[in-house]
T-cell receptor, first 114, second 112 residues
Framework: SQTIHQWPATLVQPVGSPLSLECTVEGTSNPNLYWYRQAAGRGLQLLFYSVGIGQISSEVPQNLSASRPQDRQFILSSKKLLLSDSGFYLC?????????????FGNGTRLTVT | GDSVTQMEGPVTLSEEAFLTINCTYTATGYPSLFWYVQYPGEGLQLLLKATKADDKGSNKGFEATYRKETTSFHLEKGSVQVSDSAVYFCALAPGGSYIPTFGRGTSLIVHP
């Protein structure tokens, strides 16, 4: 069966420090991968998505970046965090090839920028 | 563009009450529709889905019917439990697209 791992679960970082959040998927190949942010108020904001290695699409311009160095690995990064980067970050995957496939989410990373 | 509108929360109910969370959508073509649930401190989990008009998705006592004529996908449960307290998200996936559109979520609070 497929599983998704996301870490760390919580993170407290000072303003201006770098960020690296990692997500890996097991049990499937060539998944679509996604990074979402959920700020207070519960709404989901799509940050990045990827349909293959090295293929990253950005939905919102900001000081975050994403990379997909391997088929089932998706990394969210920042060189210098802002206070406004605080939030709950969710990684997700879906089956490639069809819009009928639901998203499968990790357990999220709670990021607090101080 | 595509959009999903959910009723504002929080929805507060007593245990064993009937639940309805309204969801309407705007989309071109024939999207698939989903309900996700998010328990406190966790990621979202797929609750149920429907892929074409008049399909009924069901899981864990929850049901939703894909109504193309009213562009709706309302979530219902006949008797809620305290453990159903969570945030519920309605979403659509346009045919041929892998980018879903989510509603803003509806918080459900169930009291004993």
């Amino acid at each position: 069966s497929q599983t998704i791992h996301q870490w760390p679960a919580t993170l407290v970082q000072p303003v201006g420090s770098p960020l690296s959040l990692e997500c890996t998927v097991e049990g499937t190949s060539n998944p679509n991968l996604y990074w979402y942010r959920q700020a207070a108020g519960r709404g989901l904001q799509l940050l990045f998505y990827s349909v293959g290695i090295g293929q990253i699409s950005s939905e919102v311009p900001q000081n975050l970046s994403a990379s997909r160095p391997q088929d089932r690995q998706f990394i969210l990064s920042s060189k210098k965090l802002l206070l406004s980067d605080s939030g709950f970050y969710l990684c997700a995957w879906s089956q490639t090839g069809t819009g009928n496939s639901p998203l499968h989410f990790g357990n999220g990373t709670r990021l607090t920028v101080t | 563009g595509d959009s999903v509108t959910q009723m504002e929360g929080p929805v507060t109910l007593s245990e064993e009450a009937f639940l309805t969370i309204n969801c309407t959508y705007t989309a071109t073509g024939y999207p698939s529709l989903f309900w996700y649930v998010q328990y406190p401190g966790e990621g979202l989990q797929l609750l149920l889905k429907a892929t074409k008009a008049d399909d009924k998705g069901s899981n864990k006592g929850f049901e939703a019917t894909y109504r193309k004529e009213t562009t709706s996908f309302h979530l219902e449960k006949g008797s809620v439990q305290v453990s159903d307290s969570a945030v519920y998200f309605c979403a659509l996936a346009p045919g041929g697209s892998y980018i879903p559109t989510f509603g803003r979520g509806t918080s459900l609070i169930v009291h004993p």
